[in-house]
Each structure stands twice: as C-alpha cells, then as structure tokens.
C-alpha cells in the first residue's frame, strides 16, 4: 500500500505540473500572437521620414506631407548631382537626374542629354557647381517652384573654360511617393539664366 500511495502523489504532482506547463504553454502563444499583430500594424502604418534639411535645424516629413525644407533640399540635391559631374562619372550623373523627371520633362530633354554625355566623353569635359544663395521657394495649388542660385565652373581637361554665376528656376509637381521617390516630387521644368559676368 505504501508504494501505491507513493504512486499516486508522483501521478498528482506531474498533474501539476503538466497544468502549470500548459498553461505557461497557452500564455506564450497569446503573448507572442499579441507581438506579431503589433508588428504587422507597425510595418504596415506609414512611418515619419527624419531628414536634416540644413544645418541648423533637424526636420521629420509626415506622410503625405511635404514640407518646405524638403521641397528645397529635393531641388538643391537634384541641380548640384545634375551639375557636378566629370567624364568618368556623367553618365551615371544623367542617369540619376533623369530618374527624377517627369515624363513630359525627359521627353523633350532627353536627345540632349545624351548629346551633351557624347560631348563631355569627347572633349573631357568637368562641371563643378555650387550653390551661393538659399533656396528661394514659391509654392501654387499644384506644384513648387525653387529659384537656386550658384557658380558653375566648367573645364576641359585642367583648363578652365569658364564661370558663371547661374540662377536656375526648378519646377517641382506632386507625385505619389513610391519606395524609389519618398518626396513624392518630380522636377517638371528647369530654366537656367546668367546673373553676372565674372
């Protein structure tokens, strides 16, 4: 009787225990099906885009929302990669301006830039362009226009072909932001007019 007995309290306390285990079992499935559902609703809820439009100031761009420093930061970013560039690198200069064009734009830009890749490779052309002024930014219904103004010095080789102070007017219209453009800008005109003479 006294092994019986024995036997018994052994079958109860691992009762117990496999109670205690399925519970314990049951709670990490509910906290780990509560985790997942929280990390689907956090990848899938648009995200704020922290950005620093200059130096002195930190910016965050919601959803939807952009915001001027981001409309004058796009426009800079885009005209000083559109004009610095050498014969090694020109070619993957364009490339990068034309992916922010829009269509109407590139359409009727196109054969010139490839006119003007074909002349830099040719005659070893380097562009050098900086900016001199702050972006001036005008804002419609539809679209931005940011007026930036620079010194663009051009060479042949180390030979110095020219310098300029350039202003250029760059029209900006609303695009929806994809994963390759999060602005949610595309450049739809650019017109470019000599200041002064250096």
């Known amino acids: 009787m006294g092994k019986r007995s024995g036997f018994l309290e052994k079958w109860a306390c691992?009762?117990?225990?496999?109670?205690?285990?399925?519970?314990?079992?049951?709670?990490?499935?509910?906290?780990?099906?509560?985790?997942?559902?929280?990390?689907?609703?956090?990848?899938?809820?648009?995200?704020?885009i922290y950005y620093i439009p200059s130096s002195h100031e930190a910016g965050i761009a919601y959803p939807n929302q952009i915001g001027k420093e981001a409309v004058c930061s796009f426009a800079s970013n885009w005209l000083l990669d559109r004009n610095n560039f050498t014969p090694v690198t020109v070619k993957d200069t364009y490339i990068r301006a034309m992916r922010y064009m829009a269509p109407a734009l590139l359409s009727r830009t196109k054969a010139g830039l490839e006119d003007e890749v074909a002349r830099v490779l040719r005659d070893n052309i380097s562009s050098l362009f900086s900016l001199s002024k702050d972006p001036q930014l005008e804002e419609s219904g539809k679209d931005f226009k940011v007026t930036l103004t620079g010194e663009k010095s051009l060479f042949m080789g180390k030979e110095k072909l020219d310098d300029r102070s350039l202003r250029y007017t760059i029209t900006l219209e609303k695009v929806s932001p994809v994963q390759s453009?999060?602005?949610?800008?595309?450049?739809?005109?650019?017109?470019?007019?000599?200041?002064?003479?250096?």
């Open 181 to 198: 453009n999060p602005y949610g800008l595309v450049i739809a005109g650019v017109k470019q007019e000599q200041i002064g003479e250096q």
């Open 14 to 48: 691992a009762e117990q225990s496999s109670a205690f285990l399925g519970i314990t079992l049951y709670a990490c499935i509910a906290f780990c099906l509560v985790l997942l559902i929280t990390v689907f609703k956090l990848s899938t809820r648009p995200q704020a």
